[in-house]
């Protein structure tokens, strides 16, 4: 009898080591949701108006958007930028992250036409790609930029139960134009005089977007239309 009662005291012991010692076993982190993809398209374009921003004050040093983390876009298949010699392999395996589409693929090209056919806008960049939208702790800005360095910075795609889009841009105007459209002028720390001279104008916006709808982000004098369409996803062995 005192046999028994010794080992009915020592088995919740034993299921206790039991369970320690298969706990570690299972994955703390294991996320089942697999990520949502999306095909995105981006269209930047000026505000050529003379008076745009007139009435606004702008820093002279707005800062620097945050690219550590960003991540450049490929060239599509075939295009000059990613080489002759690419061999472009077709598989069952979905879209590539992070790789822009080929201009036939737009889908905004009559908003692209209308923006250009007015005399109030200039289309600055139109480019589209496919990306997962991840949880804000995991998911990358895309790298965005001009050769002639007019405009820079990123956009991010982020999705928990809804789908946000934050977009930090800087827009350096032409040569031609480098008082900004307003004619803006900085001030000269030496003498105090006030110089013409280029300013930089930035865009900071973060917000819930609807991915049925085109999206605009607003600025004096520059504007973003931003669409997000929903996709198959890929398989994992395809996710970034």
Not at 55 to 82: F, I, R
Not at 133 to 151: F, K, T
Not at 153 to 163: C, D
Not at 197 to 206: E, F, G, S, T, W
Request: glycine residues 6%; proline residues 12%.
């Amino acid at each position: 009898m005192k046999r028994l009662r010794s080992m009915r005291r020592r088995i919740p012991c034993l299921l206790w080591l039991l369970a320690a010692s298969v706990w570690p076993t299972v994955p703390v982190h294991a996320d089942p949701t697999p990520a949502h993809w999306y095909r995105v398209e981006l269209i930047v374009f000026a505000r050529l108006a003379p008076d745009a921003g007139a009435h606004e004050t702008w820093p002279a040093q707005p800062g620097q958007p945050d690219l550590k983390d960003a991540v450049e876009l490929t060239p599509p298949p075939g295009s000059a930028a990613s080489g002759p010699g690419e061999t472009v392999v077709v598989t069952p395996l979905g879209p590539v992250p992070y790789r822009e589409l080929p201009s036939d693929q737009y889908q905004l090209d009559g908003a692209a036409k209308l923006l250009d056919a007015s005399p109030r806008y200039r289309v600055l960049l139109h480019l589209a790609w496919q990306q997962p939208a991840l949880d804000p702790r995991s998911a990358h800005p895309v790298h965005i930029q001009l050769p002639d360095g007019s405009l820079d910075g990123s956009v991010l795609l982020t999705r928990r139960r809804y789908l946000h889009a934050a977009l930090d841009l800087l827009y350096r105007p032409g040569a031609d134009s480098a008082a900004g459209p307003a004619g803006a002028t900085t001030t000269n720390s030496t003498d105090g005089a006030g110089t013409t001279a280029p300013v930089v104008y930035r865009m900071q916006q973060h917000r819930r977007i609807n991915s049925a709808a085109l999206n605009y982000f607003d600025h004096p004098l520059f504007g973003v239309l931003l669409e997000a369409t929903p996709i198959d996803s890929p398989t994992e062995s395809n996710s970034p």
